[in-house]
């Protein structure tokens, strides 16, 4: 087994988009709930919305109505899509698979800055 493996962060302006994505095994991808995670300097890591293995989502207030959390069954990937983007949207972005391992179940995270 191996950490998820996110991509597609980067920088954005204020009302702009970008799309993560999180690839995992394919054991992991049809056993467990992915969730996208975020963080910044000096506080705790939050959650930012949650997909089931049967397509229950749930997002963070913060985000409702912006972001789509979805799941891609061809490929494995649980994906983020980020819209209307705002500065403190800001974050490190860690993808998470609720498997309960004690170290595998987090990636490495993905930067992502807002800014004008």
């Known amino acids: 087994q191996v950490p998820p493996v996110e991509s597609g962060g980067g920088f954005v302006q204020p009302g702009g988009s970008l799309r993560l994505s999180c690839a995992t095994t394919d054991s992991w991808f049809r056993a467990f709930s992915m969730a996208w995670y975020r963080q910044v300097p000096g506080k705790a890591r939050e959650l930012v919305a949650e997909i089931t293995v049967d397509d229950h989502t749930t997002y963070a207030d913060a985000v409702k109505g912006r972001f789509t959390i979805s799941r891609d069954n061809a490929k494995n990937t649980a994906n983020l899509q980020m819209d209307n983007l705002k500065l403190e949207d800001t974050a490190v972005y860690y993808c998470?698979?609720?498997?309960?391992?004690?170290?595998?179940?987090w990636g490495q995270g993905t930067q992502v800055t807002v800014a004008s």
């Open positions: 998470h698979v609720d498997s309960g391992h004690p170290y595998l179940n």
